[in-house]
């Protein structure tokens, strides 16, 4: 569907939503999970120079990381985070990296990583953080169900993403600055699998992070989905050997913001062309009747087509 032209009743729109989202932002900055304090992670190695066969210790340095967070979380009095960290420091979790500062930085594996095949590194949107993580870790399981063996999801929490209702999720702000650490923890993870197919899947405001992070990104496919834009007229502006896929959900309300931008002193508001319009020049997949939190369903014509394209068939059939 192309987009709408940016008419003056949108503009207002727009500027309404920073006004009023500027003003609540500071109300609601008391609760922010930045508040709760957590330690300095210890250095590692790079991704890219670990064998698979040290994968194990790398792992267990994760659990301790969460586990020394969580204890931290606790003396500070904040039992939600601290029960989060329990959850995500328990048997069987598996991650590559964890900083518990300011909202929280993770990667976590689901599947065999040194064995897969296929790999696919999801990259969250707004208001996700360690105290809201869980949905992004639902929609990796859902993934990886659908994939099947030979299949590795990462989570990739890997930057400050912006509030859900707040000024810097209409901005590239946060983007800008999460674009090189996704560059190099792709470049680790290619490294350390050069065999795997890779694939990076960008929900929402993830897809802005993406798009700032494509022209380093050697991977198969670069997947937009319930995006409010990129920040780029179209997919060759991304300058990307890669494949750039998008859809868009029937149900998501993203659909009906306004796909342009405005400038505005020391700022530009908005994210530009809508990655599924012909302009964009994308391959669309079909994303079903998803809602804009729904693309990893499961059961979902969104899931079974995302999991087509990591599978390398990117019309969902893998059989």
Not at 229 to 235: D, I, L
Request: aromatic share 6%.
């Amino acid at each position: 569907m192309a987009p709408r032209p940016w008419s003056s009743r949108a503009r207002r729109a727009l500027l309404t939503a920073l006004v009023t989202t500027s003003v609540a932002l500071p109300v609601s900055g008391a609760a922010r999970p930045a508040a709760v304090p957590a330690p300095a992670p210890a250095v590692l190695a790079p991704l890219g120079t670990v064998a698979a066969s040290e994968l194990d210790a790398r792992y267990a340095a994760g659990r301790r990381e969460i586990r020394a967070a969580r204890d931290m979380a606790t003396q500070h009095g904040d039992s939600r985070r601290a029960a989060a960290l329990g959850d995500m420091a328990g048997p069987g979790r598996r991650f590559l990296m964890f900083d518990g500062r300011d909202g929280g930085r993770s990667a976590e594996v689901l599947g065999d990583l040194s064995r897969a095949r296929r790999i696919a590194v999801l990259v969250p949107g707004a208001g996700v953080d360690l105290d809201h993580y869980g949905r992004l870790r639902q929609g990796a399981q859902a993934l990886l169900g659908e994939l099947g063996g030979g299949s590795a999801v990462v989570a990739w929490l890997g930057y400050r993403t912006p509030a859900t209702l707040g000024p810097s999720s209409l901005t590239a702000g946060r983007a800008d600055e999460a674009a090189p650490g996704l560059r190099t923890f792709v470049g680790e993870l290619t490294q350390a699998s050069p065999r795997a197919r890779t694939t990076v899947l960008c929900h929402s405001y993830g897809s802005v992070v993406c798009a700032r992070a494509a022209s380093g990104l050697d991977v198969a496919d670069i997947v937009l989905y319930g995006s409010p834009g990129t920040g780029a007229g179209s997919a060759a502006g991304l300058h990307t050997r890669a494949t750039v896929r998008a859809g868009l959900g029937g149900n998501d309300w993203i659909a009906r913001i306004p796909h342009t931008t405005l400038p505005l002193p020391f700022v530009t508001v908005g994210f530009g062309t809508d990655p599924v319009s012909p302009e964009f020049g994308a391959e669309v997949f079909d994303a079903g009747d998803a809602g804009h939190s729904d693309y990893l369903r499961r059961g979902s014509v969104s899931l079974r087509g995302i999991a087509g394209i990591v599978a390398g068939t990117a019309g969902g059939d893998r059989g």
